[in-house]
């Protein structure tokens, strides 16, 4: 793991933002923006230094995000949820802001953290494809501005996105993970981020991942699971089975979809369950990176 701490900028800085106070204190008399400055600078830091460093450290915090919304069909073969439904109903509430109220913000880091590796892998002038794209974060960290590709169910998720990525030339698809609408070897990367939990048939949808990346190409996806470590592993379920689906009753007014989002993670396989999958497929070189010991996970695999 530490290997991939080398030579990347995991962190998300919000420094520069403050620093414009700064130039405005002069014009503006008072204690108060001179508290605010550095009450957000010392936040910041604190963030930026302690909280994410623990995530791969000593594992204290939790983070949940619904970002990555759904490779199913209408119905888990798993529950009664109408993941469509769902998932159009999170992408009109307040989504943004229910994952920095659920992760106090670290998810934000983590997925820098996981841009990072994909621009490692990425080749000059190839394509990449984000599955389960949801609002489309991934995209706004990605310095490329072209041969991007995007495919979730939910249309609502792609005009969400198209306003976060004006900028961009993304290909917008809706459709799903078990029949992908691209050509074989087509791809030099695939990313999908909280989404694979919600595939409708995991090992169709790995295989139709497969069967679109070039060879040597990178899969790469973030996900969720239960944590290794005992003492944190009931605090963790409590957060699941309480907390989440309260905040989400709060701040989104929807409990029903967040409480789902709780089931489907307590129901992910493990990290070495899913190595058996991608190896069964054909995927090698196979590395997991864990945070929360195990309370989420990314996953890098490549094909052959």
Known sequence: MTKYLRGFNVRTIYFAFRSTDLIILPSMTGKFFICKFFRSFFLDALMDKIFFPLTFESKYLIVVSTSGSSGMHNKSNSNNYNIIDIFETVSHAKYDLMNDV??????????????????????????????????????????????????????????????????????????????????????????????????????????????????????????????????????????????????????????????????????????????????????INIETIDFLSGANNIYIVQKK
């Open 102 to 283: 659920m992760s106090f913000g670290i998810h934000r880091l983590w997925k820098k953290y996981y841009a990072d590796l994909l621009i490692s892998k990425y080749k000059k002038a190839e394509k990449i494809l984000d599955i389960a794209s949801g609002t489309g974060d991934i995209f706004q960290l990605l310095p490329f501005k072209k041969n991007l590709y995007a495919i979730d169910p939910v249309e609502q998720m792609h005009r969400v996105s198209q306003e976060k990525n004006a900028d961009k030339n993304i290909q917008y698809q809706v459709g799903y993970v078990e029949k992908l609408p691209y050509k074989n070897n087509f791809f030099q990367i695939i990313s999908c981020t909280y989404g694979v939990r919600n595939y409708e048939n995991r090992q169709q949808g790995f295989k139709e991942i497969f069967r679109c990346l070039k060879k040597n190409g990178y899969f790469l996806f973030m996900e969720f699971g239960l944590p290794k470590a005992n003492f944190i592993k009931k605090p963790y379920q409590a957060f699941l089975d309480y907390f989440l689906p309260f905040s989400g009753s709060i701040v989104a007014k929807d409990r029903h979809s967040y409480k789902y989002l709780a089931d489907s993670i307590k129901a992910f396989p493990s990290p070495n369950e899913v190595r058996n999958e991608l190896e069964n497929i054909g995927f």
